[in-house]
């Protein structure tokens, strides 16, 4: 048996390791080491992915928490060393881009232990982001690169890395879509919270480029009061934005709107009903740009760039400047079914995980 510590941290990270984790564990090829930093620790944020996503309690919880990138990344080095320490990994893996992947890619690497990084090779080329830099560090300290879209083989190859260390495996987090998603449906959470089918928006944000500005926010506030003239507007808030929403007047106006449904985090069967049934998903998300593309859904992501150009090329989402007006009209073109027709891009077939475990079983 193979000894593979899994990194959980933030809540992206918990949909793409719960598809690793089944993948790993019916192989029959790998004892699981699950490790949970502890990067989101709310219940709405954490735990409920775990009991949704059918995975076991985590071996480890860290409990590194909140705090500026420096302390926040430090302190998950300073409690995964002696993890890795004691259990000895015969291989270390890590998904996405959060503070949690980069900082266990550093401390793994430095212990010799074989890591691997699933969902590489993504690049929005703006490194202002905090999640840019955490890719391309942790790409360029991987020995195994398991990419999501065809973008990343290209851009790690251009980067030097050896053509056999890349493999296009597909979306580790369309595997939990696409496996939850019967589940997801029954909730008939759309209908629960009184909302008609293909006639609501469906609303996240929480990049600090769009949150952490007052006056970017306040443009975006303004859009959804501009979408709320059209339809319900639903917007699960992520606790990095809440406060800031609440700091402003023209948020006190969005948190006031009657057809504004402002909540906490979702669970994820929930949202994910949300997002089948909405008219529009208005987002600067990185995985609802993926989920919305596999489930054919108009999306509009407030960012000017993607990591994940395939959803733009291939998929229903469209990348939109922060202008209220145009966001509003995009409600209107979504409204009346006048959305661009997208296709499943190639490997997201809810299988990319058990190519995972397969490759790298055959390969460590
Ligand atoms: C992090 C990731 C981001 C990812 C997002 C997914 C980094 C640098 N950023 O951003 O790439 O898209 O997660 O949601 O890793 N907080 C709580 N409760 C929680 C978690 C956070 O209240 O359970 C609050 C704290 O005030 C915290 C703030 O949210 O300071 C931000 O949390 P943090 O994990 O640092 O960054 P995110 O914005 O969540
Ligand atoms: N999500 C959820 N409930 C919510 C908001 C998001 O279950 O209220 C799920 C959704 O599936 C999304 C995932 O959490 O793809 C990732 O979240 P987030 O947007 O926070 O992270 P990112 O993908 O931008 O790093």
């Known amino acids: 048996m193979i000894k593979a510590a899994l990194i959980a941290g933030a809540r992206p990270n918990f949909i793409k390791i719960a598809a690793l984790e089944y993948a790993f564990r019916t192989s029959g090829k790998f004892e699981n080491l699950l490790i949970h930093t502890g990067q989101h620790y709310d219940a709405k944020m954490s735990d409920i992915f775990f009991r949704q996503l059918g995975m076991p309690e985590p071996d480890m919880y860290l409990g590194v928490g909140s ?3 420096a302390p926040q990344t430090a302190r998950v080095m300073t409690e995964i060393e002696p993890v890795f320490q004691e259990h000895q990994p015969d291989v270390v893996l890590v998904v996405g881009d959060v503070n949690s992947t980069v900082a266990t890619a550093l401390t793994a690497k430095k212990l010799h232990i074989p890591l691997v990084h699933v969902e590489a090779g993504l690049r929005s080329f ?3 982001m905090p999640e840019e830099i955490n890719r391309m560090a942790t790409d360029a300290i991987s020995d195994w690169l398991y990419v999501s879209e065809p973008s990343g083989e290209k851009h790690l190859l251009a980067e030097g890395q050896p053509a056999d260390r890349i493999m296009f495996a597909g979306n580790v987090m369309i595997d939990s879509l696409r496996r939850f998603e019967d589940q997801a449906r029954s909730t008939a959470e759309h209908e629960r919270r009184g909302l008609e089918a293909g006639n609501y928006f469906l609303i996240t944000a929480h990049r600090p480029a769009m949150v952490d500005v007052p006056d970017r926010l306040a443009v975006f506030a ?7 003239e059209q339809a319900p507007v639903v917007f699960p808030i992520h606790p990095r934005t809440a406060s800031r929403l609440q700091d402003l007047p023209i948020g006190r106006q969005l948190i006031d709107h ?4 402002l909540t906490e985090p979702i669970g994820y069967l929930e949202f994910m009903c949300l997002m089948m049934h909405a008219g529009l998903i208005v987002t600067d998300s990185g995985g609802i740009q993926e989920e919305t593309t596999a ?4 999306c509009v992501t407030v960012r000017p760039n993607t990591e994940r150009p395939v959803t733009v090329d291939e998929g229903t989402n469209i990348l939109m400047d922060l202008d209220a007006e145009q966001i509003a009209q995009a409600g209107v073109k979504a409204l009346s079914g006048n959305w661009k027709q997208g296709r499943i891009p190639e490997k997201w077939d809810g299988k990319a995980s058990d190519r995972i475990a397969s490759h790298l079983a055959d390969h460590l």
Request: charged share 30%; no cysteine; proline share 5%.
């Open 67 to 69: 705090g500026s990138h």
């Open 126 to 128: 703006d490194r202002s």
């Open 222 to 228: 303004d859009a959804l009061l501009r979408l709320a």
């Open 258 to 261: 009657e057809r504004v449904h």
């Open 295 to 298: 489930l054919l859904q108009p």
